[in-house]
């Protein structure tokens, strides 16, 4: 991987079994390290804001494009994406940094984490930051999601088609995302119409219901769960409820809730600064940094 300062990320390519994933690290000699996996349908770049304010304080910070989206390769025509390729790419991710990460996981991210974190002994994980993501979920939200990606196949005519698409299925977002947010999430076809960053494939087949049938798999990993555990979830989120964070705190007593206010499902979109100060408290708890160190230097961005 290539190795880059604090302030930006050169991307590179990180070779799995069957594929090369896209990998962004952020200041590679920091400490602690966090490794960020984000949500389905979602790319690195959602990881950016947060990413940058902590490896300016310090921490090592590496985001990856999940197998199938962003700029990592897809799956050869027909093999199809299944659950357990997920995990074990997040797994070669863990083991090939310096010391154990606390993994920061969205939604599709956080289930890898919580499989990995309870079914494999040692942990590949110093500590788990789950951000609007349960063993068991709401489906209805599930299905908005999945309703969104597969809403326009065709693509877009342009930049600011799609830009008005985003808006109309994140209201709550006050400002339009620009072409130049837009370019790494849109891909441009042979005619010439933009289409979204992940593989089609990924919604074709059987990995949604996969998923599904992975719910008891999930509650009993997460029942072994061993290290720290920060569950952020939104409260207006329509995938996370209070019935299953409940669910989720009684099979992982040890673990800390804190519930953001103003954040939907997208909670790292939505309130950056509050996760990212809420990661800061969560990463200052397990005594990585110097009191104040970390906090500080966040508040200054």
């Not at 029942?223 to 207006?236: D, E, F, N, Q, T």
Request: contains cysteine; proline residues 6%.
């Amino acid at each position: 991987m290539v190795q880059s300062d604090r302030h930006a990320a050169a991307c590179s390519r990180f070779p799995v079994a069957d594929l090369d994933l896209a990998v962004e690290i952020r200041h590679a000699d920091g400490d602690p390290g966090l490794l960020f996996a984000h949500g389905f349908g979602q790319t690195r770049h959602a990881w950016t804001g947060a990413a940058m304010a902590l490896a300016e304080a310090g921490c090592r910070c590496v985001t990856f494009d999940s197998r199938g989206h962003g700029e990592s390769d897809r799956v050869p025509h027909g093999a199809g994406y299944h659950m357990d390729q997920f995990a074990d790419d997040l797994l070669r991710l863990a083991h090939a940094q310096p010391q154990p990460p606390i993994l920061v996981g969205a939604s599709m991210g956080g289930l890898l984490g919580m499989v990995l974190a309870g079914e494999i002994h040692p942990s590949p994980f110093r500590a788990l930051v789950l951000v609007d993501i349960t063993p068991r979920w709401e489906t209805a939200g599930v299905e908005r999601i999945l309703a969104f990606m597969q809403a326009h196949p065709d693509g877009f005519d342009n930049y600011a088609d799609a830009a008005e698409q985003i808006a109309a299925y994140l209201p709550q977002r006050r400002e339009r995302k620009s072409e130049q947010q837009l370019r790494p999430l849109l891909r441009e076809g042979a005619d010439g119409r933009l289409r979204w960053h992940w593989d089609p494939a990924l919604l074709a087949g059987d990995l949604v219901q996969e998923s599904e049938r992975y719910q008891p798999r999930l509650q009993a990993a997460a029942m072994k769960i061993s290290v720290p555990v920060l569950l952020l979830s939104g409260a207006r989120s329509d995938v996370v409820s209070r019935a299953t964070v409940d669910e989720f705190l009684q099979l992982v007593p040890h673990a800390e809730h804190v519930e953001l206010p103003h954040a939907t499902h997208m909670v790292a979109g939505d309130a950056n600064d509050a996760f990212t100060r809420e990661v800061v408290r969560f990463v200052q708890s397990l005594d990585s940094l110097p009191v104040g160190r970390l906090a500080a230097a966040v508040q200054s961005q």
